[in-house]
């Protein structure tokens, strides 16, 4: 299989150009929206019309494929301004309804492809800052910097609507913000979005670094203010099988007080420490962009720490993938979890590492009908449909994927995206599948089930899966 790069800043604007040109670019994307209102949304033959003039495949399927994704999952998503968002923001869908933090990066993402989006993009970021500026004007110091699992309207329906943001959700998220904002601008050399949060950015990541490496050894776990323990698991893949024995502690390098309290998860993770040190090389490019050298080196300094760490206490040969350690006895934890491959994605592993883990994926332990289940398969607790214990995720799948093809497997990763494309393509859009049987499983239409498409337009599956963006070459 033949990878195409990722496509350079500005790139889409060669189709775009086109399409000016003769006259098909709906008006609908010809004004720019303020930063309170959400564009129209168009209609089904204007979007495939508008998505011919980007998009390149022989393939009909491919094309109405890519037309339903735009609008279910990444237009369709779209909600206007609505206090305390005090810009167009972002649901996941079905009956979550709120701004996430790493949903939201992979809607984001296919956006920034569509012309006239800057601006609607600046603003659902910005909420993210809004959202931490609140919280820090609320909380004591050394809570500053955080950026919340997910943030809700005042309005929102239920008991804990976004009235109560200062009590819950009182944990984060995968830290994807930085990552996500790259990707944004890569595909639209958007500085004034780098501009506006580089530093709030650096802010989160130093918080993520102060709250969550409880024991400085440079690895991060989950937690939550709120002293729940399931709460603290939301902060991750929430029903993973290695934080089954998570225990709440007061933070060890703090003094007792109204200042310390079981607020800190017990075990370190590999995926949330591979998000995080990837999106700490994003911060650091973005920051180079800018001219601000002495963040670049800094965010690289924070990286080489904690990628070291993950190789020197994560790594597990026998299991042949990154595992949970409890940080109080350094100790790894036996639960292989889709977790465990994604320092790929963040180039943690040797290239050595990252055979093996080529090699893991392809055994039987992971080998499911539809790869790639978020627990191995030989792990007691394994249940193909069952949530984050067996069932597949298009998002995670995704990002192994992106991993593996970085370190030169092309072929696994070909064979993990076809697997997802050609699943999707059969049964439909969803939030997550049967790892035997393929079955749509909980939310259809869910926003970062869009990376079924991302996964074609980053070149990851093989020609059977051929679509691109206009101008992007072999």
Known sequence: MKRRAFLATGLAATGLAAAEAAGILPQLFAQTPAAQDVPPQPSKAELTTLLRSLLVTSSLQLQHFAVEVYATCVLGKIRPADPPL????????????????????????????????????RGVFQNYWDFQQRWNAAKPEFMHGMVANFMAPFDAPGARDGKQWRDFPAYSQAPLLAWGMERVFRRNGDKELLRAGLAPLENFHEWYWRERDITNVGLIGVGAYSGVTQEARYETYDREVDLDGLKMVP?????????????????????????????????????????????????????????????????????????????????TIPAATVGGFMPLLARVPTPLQALRIASTLAGPAWATPLPIPTVARDNPQFSSGEFWRGDVWPAPNYQVASGLAAYGHHQAAAHIADATVANALKVGISERYDSLSGAPLGVAGLGMSSTTLTMMLDGLTSSAYSIHVRGAHG
């Open 86 to 121: 005090a810009h167009p923001w972002i649901v996941p869908g079905g009956g979550y309804y709120a701004q996430w933090l790493w949903d939201t990066m992979f809607v984001a993402d296919l956006l920034s492809l569509l012309p006239n989006q800057q601006t609607l993009i």
């Open 251 to 331: 933070h060890p390098r703090r003094s007792g007080g109204t200042e310390n309290g079981p607020w800190y998860g017990d075990i370190a993770i590999p995926a949330n420490m591979a998000y995080l040190l990837l999106s700490e090389l994003s911060l650091a490019r973005m920051a180079t962009v800018m001219g601000d050298v002495a963040m670049a080196s800094r965010r690289r300094a924070r990286y080489a720490r904690g990628a070291a760490a993950m190789r020197q206490f994560m790594w597990d040969e026998p299991s042949g993938c990154f595992l949970a350690v409890n940080v109080q006895t350094m100790s």
